[in-house]
């Protein structure tokens, strides 16, 4: 019943800007951590961000810097500002959930279907 939607991808020139949004939606008690991770093709998926509850935030040492992720608890929403893009960065962002769900109360791990950036001059 939980739903994860990333949106606010798009094609941008380097040094661009943009805000990615995870809405997360459906039965849910608590949410944990709220986390950002990307994959470009032919590589592994990577860690780009994460933000827990109390706000405690870990970055990727390639984006550390410009990157910066944030969360509205109250709309159960993660962001993720990324500032002067470079080209590597291109890849599919998916936000990822750590949340406790109704009615079971079991923590579970969630995915979003991904939202694609592309930073291209």
């Known amino acids: 019943q939980v739903q994860l939607v990333e949106s606010g991808g798009g094609v941008v020139q380097p040094g661009g800007s943009l805000t990615l949004s995870c809405a997360a939606s459906g039965s849910i008690f608590t949410v944990y951590a709220m986390g950002w991770y990307r994959q470009a093709p032919g590589k592994q998926r990577e860690l780009v961000a994460t933000?827990?509850?109390?706000?405690?935030?870990d970055y990727a040492d390639s984006v550390k810097g410009r990157f910066t992720i944030s969360r509205d608890n109250a709309k159960n929403t993660a962001y993720l500002q990324m500032n002067s893009l470079k080209p590597e960065d291109t890849a599919v962002y998916s936000c990822n959930a750590d949340l406790r769900v109704l009615p079971t109360f079991r923590q579970s791990n969630y995915w979003g279907q991904g939202t694609q950036v592309t930073v291209s001059s």
């Open positions: 933000i827990t509850s109390a706000g405690t935030t």
